[in-house]
């Protein structure tokens, strides 16, 4: 299975430390503060605090490429139209007897730029948070929504037996398909109907096995006298650390750099 | 007529933090007609050896020819109807709505008649012991037993020459175990080749006639249930036992003086016994 995008890199560094609630907030706050960003100094000031954050994740190079990667088509677009169709004053030079301008070339370098840093900070999430953490995370920011009798350690439960589930199925998978392989089948038809039809064979025992873990799991959770989220205590408790407090302070210091020059410069 | 592994080689998702060679540096030859048992503890790497042996897996680095024809990508179709591999509860793999199309669910692909497959799936039921009574049922009104026999006739129906297993008789209760081992002997006398990886070292010095010691992804002993068995210390260092019957005969060879070749199955053991009685260094 290949999932690059959302897939936890297990370390030991400033954001793997940091508290999951910590890091929810932080992306938030980074997808405002770079769609608030106008000009060039801004948008550098941007990069050099996400490739500064992303040092120190200590998250390897090649796992942001691989991020990147399914959005390669769309930013080639997007940077394509800003650039021959955005109209500006200044023109840069005639391509096929069509004016381009300094500011659609301004444009889309800034497009670009915008969306990859967007991706890079919220990939940053998903690699130094395991998919329990974040959602632990979601249920501690969502709880005020309990007032409004949101279920939310219901969905965040939900939310984290599907997280849970999602390796033990794709092994499943893997398995069901060798063994289906092994007496003959084949998966590598061109015709789009013949290959759907290949598949029936993995997801019916996929299916019967999805019930079958319900099931169990179900029993499981009964068993262990599991009634909701009334009265429940944690066993790992969010707590702020110092990791927290640096990144806070990165981060209020960057928000406030912004702000400054989104008012001086214009 | 073999299974010729050359270096072989296999990395799990090569260049990533969660890297792994699985196995290495093996080296093997499996002739036609043997029946061998693949042990080694959990995470050995038997599994990814055997998933070599029709191109489950491909490997890394090296070579696995199957009657002397190199394993590819090209002709895996006809590997895999040479060689059948049965996974770990393969009744985990049925999906059709009677117990009859799932047996001839790989016969469907052969372009075969129907009186044919008819024939063959019949064959292959009657090998393993399946009423025929059964064929119309679902299967999923069947018994675990049931299921399982099923499971493995629904890969016997291409008449494999050589056949795979990973641990057939786990979750199986006495007679099912008896049963799947009577099976796999009968199919190695009618000159199956079959290579079987398991945990328990009675069954394997039961049915074995060559046993292959997988230790940290590479060959760490080779060669009959008499010779493996007699390491017991080099198996305790790899957290692997030897049989039961072993253990009894080797402790009474020590508490009695009397010398004793390694006994593997109760078999010999009875055997010993009755000449150590004739002999008269035994009295009951």
């Known amino acids: 299975m290949k999932i690059s995008l959302g897939r936890f890199v297990p370390g030991n560094s400033l954001f793997h430390k940091a508290d999951p609630r910590t890091k929810i907030i932080w992306t938030v706050a980074m997808m405002v503060l ?11 000031v941007a990069a050099v605090f996400v490739i500064a954050s992303f040092v120190a994740s200590k998250v390897s190079f090649k796992f942001i490429l691989q991020s990147l990667k399914p959005i390669l088509v769309l930013l080639i677009f997007t940077s394509l139209f800003n650039f021959l169709f955005y109209r500006g004053e200044n023109v840069a030079f005639m391509m096929w007897s069509k004016p381009i301008y300094w500011e659609s070339i301004a444009m889309s370098i800034k497009t670009v730029v915008r969306v990859v840093l967007l991706i890079i900070s919220a990939s940053l999430l998903t690699y130094t948070s395991s998919a329990v953490s974040i959602t632990d995370g979601l249920e501690s920011l969502m709880r005020p929504l309990g007032v409004i ?70 029993t499981a959770m009964e068993s262990r006298c599991y009634r909701g989220g009334k009265g429940r205590t944690r066993f790992k408790v969010l707590r702020f650390s110092s990791a927290d407090i640096v990144i806070t302070v990165a981060t209020v210091l960057f928000a406030a750099s912004i702000i400054v020059l989104h008012i001086f410069i214009k | 007529m073999s299974i010729l592994i050359k270096d072989l080689k296999y990395t799990y998702m090569p260049k990533t933090p969660f890297e792994k060679t699985a196995i290495h540096d093996i080296s093997l030859e499996i002739q036609k007609g043997e029946f061998v048992a693949v042990i080694g503890h959990t995470g050995s790497g038997k599994s990814t050896l055997l998933q070599h042996l029709n ?72 090998t393993v012991g399946l009423d025929e009574a059964l064929f119309e049922s679902s299967v999923f009104d069947l018994s675990g037993g049931e299921k399982r026999r099923v499971a493995i006739c629904g890969v016997l129906v291409s008449d494999p020459s050589y056949l795979l297993l990973d641990e057939p008789a786990s979750g199986l209760d006495g007679k099912g175990r008896r049963d799947m081992l009577a099976l796999l002997k009968k199919l190695n006398s009618e000159g199956v080749t079959i290579v079987l990886i398991s945990h328990s070292m009675d069954d394997v010095a039961e049915v074995a006639d060559r046993i292959i010691l997988i230790n940290e992804g590479t060959v760490a002993l080779d060669g009959t249930p008499g010779e493996v068995f007699s390491k017991e210390e080099l198996l305790a260092s790899m957290s692997l036992d030897v049989p039961e019957v072993t253990k009894l005969f080797n402790d009474f060879s020590k508490r009695s003086g009397i010398p004793l070749p390694t006994v593997t199955t109760a078999l010999q053991g009875r055997e010993i016994i009755r000449m150590l009685i004739n002999e008269g260094r035994l009295v009951l």
């Open chain 1, 149 to 218: 009798k949101v279920p939310v350690h219901e969905i965040a439960m939900m939310m984290s037996i599907a997280l849970r589930f999602i390796p033990t199925f794709a092994d499943e998978t893997d398995k069901i398909i060798k063994a289906q392989a092994a007496r003959g089948a084949e998966f590598d038809s061109r015709n789009v109907i013949k290959k759907v039809k290949s598949y029936i064979p993995v997801l019916i025992p996929l299916f019967i096995a999805a019930f079958k873990s319900a099931e169990d799991m179900s």
């Open chain 2, 55 to 126: 191109g489950l897996l491909l490997p890394t680095e090296g070579e696995v020819f199957i009657d002397g024809e190199k394993i590819t990508k090209k002709n895996l179709s006809e590997i895999r109807r040479k060689v059948g591999f049965v996974f770990q509860y393969p009744e985990h793999q049925l999906f059709e709505d009677t117990v009859y199309k799932d047996i001839a669910f790989a016969l469907k692909r052969f372009k075969l008649s129907d009186e044919e497959i008819d024939a063959k799936v019949r064959k292959a039921a009657n």
């Open chain 1, 34 to 44: 770079v769609l608030m960003c106008r000009n060039y100094v801004e948008y550098a």
